[in-house]
């Protein structure tokens, strides 16, 4: 492809580099929980946010009960 030749973006990377169809990872469908905190550490935000006078906003997780 010559994207390491010179004024190419991928200048700094050496000539026998390659990228291959295992190296990415997979197309996400269905997003899951990803980086979300554990639902022990949500609740525990919610019970001090609700504590702390904002608890009309308060919302439950319909899969955590």
Do not use: Y
Not at 6 to 12: C, Q, R
Not at 19 to 31: A, F, G, K, N, S
């Amino acid at each position: 492809m010559g994207l390491t030749r010179p004024g190419e973006i991928l200048v700094d990377l050496p000539d026998d580099f390659a990228l291959r169809r295992h190296d990415m990872p997979p197309i996400v469908t269905e997003e899951g929980p990803g980086n979300a905190l554990p639902k022990e550490i949500l609740s525990q935000l919610c019970e001090r946010r609700a504590r702390h006078g904002d608890a009309n906003r308060r919302t439950q997780h319909p899969t955590w009960g």
